[in-house]
Nanobody, 118 residues
Framework: QVQLVESGGGLVQPGGSLRLSCTCS????????MAWYRQAPGKERELVAR???????NYADSVKGRFTISRDNAVNAVYLQMNSLKPEDSAVYYC????????????WGRGTQVTVSA
């Protein structure tokens, strides 16, 4: 079973930055597209950013130009650099594999809470 461990969340003021990290315990990490998702209270989980096996990236319109996803296959990790944070970015952030825009792995980590508030 794949284990996903997210970290790096916290409380930040509007306009601030955070860098999220995720480690993935799976063999052959480099063959999987990876993504960050988020879920705010009362809302469905949504795709935030995706990075392919050859480092192509795409983003939800709401975060384009502010967030950057990256991966390090040497340590089975995926990152999300979040700048110019807004209150509407507040959510629990999760990583998972990506199949198109859908999560790939059936299991999820605990996620990491991001709260943007003055």
């Amino acid at each position: 079973q794949v284990q996903l461990v997210e970290s790096g969340g916290g409380l930040v003021q509007p306009g601030g930055s955070l860098r999220l990290s995720c480690t993935c315990s799976i063999s052959g990490f480099n063959i999987y597209h990876m993504a960050w998702y988020r879920q705010a209270p009362g809302k469905e989980r949504e795709l935030v950013a995706r990075v392919t096996t050859d480092d192509k990236t795409n983003y939800a319109d709401s975060v384009k130009g502010r967030f950057t996803i990256s991966r390090d296959n040497a340590v089975n990790a995926v990152y999300l650099q979040m700048n110019s944070l807004k209150p509407e970015d507040s959510a629990v952030y999760y990583c998972n594999g990506a199949f198109g825009n859908q999560p790939l792995f059936p299991s999820w980590g605990r996620g990491t809470q991001v709260t943007v508030s003055a």
